[in-house]
């Protein structure tokens, strides 16, 4: 149990696109759900949380118009790149906490690979 | 959340036991200590957490010294598959701040 998908795995989409990328809790509910980006050789940086019907929280230095995070449902989180330069080109993953159980353990998506050209 | 301090890289041979530190002077009360590891080009994936008392399960055990201001995870019979970053990670459970603050943490390599 508590499995949590992205799709897609990898992406590689030219300079000035909009790429979204889902995250999906499979076998759970999860009112909170967290994005982060990777660079190569660098530690997870969280972006957002975001929580089910409301507005996503930011950290600071992260553009929100820029990543467009909604969370329409308990199992749906999704993070839209919009005008994408290759400087976002990063791994971009997710978390889910399960709603229904304490608060130990996250559980990680396995990643997306953007690419701008 | 407190800050922890980890090897940047940690070396063992298959199938002999590893001791991964983790320095958290820091810490507060309601902090648990929480593992975590990632694989290569994979997401993170919990590894064991605990508050005061050690703790065991399938994947590893947990020492917390008993000011709680340091940990080590124990990896009793180290795999070619263990080969990962281990980040340790302090969240404070008494609050509704649910996220976690990733360190560097420390590259396993373990040798055949």
């Known amino acids: 149990g508590a499995v949590v998908s992205q799709h897609p795995s990898w992406v590689i989409c030219k300079s000035g696109t909009s790429v979204k990328i889902e995250c999906r809790s499979l076998?759970?509910?999860?009112?909170?759900m967290f994005w982060y980006r990777q660079f190569p050789k660098q530690s997870l940086m969280l972006m957002a949380t975001?929580?089910?019907?409301?507005?996503?929280?930011?950290e600071q230095g992260v553009e929100k118009d820029k990543f467009l995070i909604n969370h329409a449902s308990l199992t749906l989180s999704t993070l839209t790149v919009t005008s994408a330069h290759p400087e976002d080109s990063s791994f971009y993953i997710c978390?889910?906490?399960?709603?229904?159980?304490?608060?130990?353990?996250?559980?990680f998506g396995p990643g997306t690979r953007l690419t701008v050209t | 959340d407190a800050k922890t301090t980890q090897p940047n890289s940690m070396e063992s041979n298959e199938e002999e036991p590893v001791h991964l530190p983790c320095n958290h002077s820091?810490?507060?009360?309601?902090?648990?200590i929480h593992w975590y590891r990632q694989l290569p080009s994979q997401g993170p994936e919990y590894v064991i957490h605990?508050?005061?008392s050690n703790v065991n399960n399938r994947m590893a055990s947990l020492a917390i010294a008993e000011d709680r201001k340091s940990s080590t995870l124990i990896l009793h019979r180290a795999t070619l598959r263990d080969a990962a970053v281990y980040y340790c990670?302090?969240?404070?459970?008494?609050?509704?701040?649910?996220?976690?603050?990733f360190g560097k943490g420390t590259l396993l390599t373990v040798n055949p």
């Open positions: 605990g508050l005061t």
């Open positions: 820091t810490i507060s009360g309601t902090d648990y």
């Open positions: 990670i302090l969240r404070d459970v008494g609050g509704s701040n649910y996220k976690l603050t």
């Open positions: 978390s889910a906490r399960d709603s229904g159980r304490g608060n130990y353990e996250q559980y």
């Open positions: 076998d759970f509910q999860a009112t909170t």
């Open positions: 975001s929580n089910e019907g409301s507005k996503a929280t930011y």
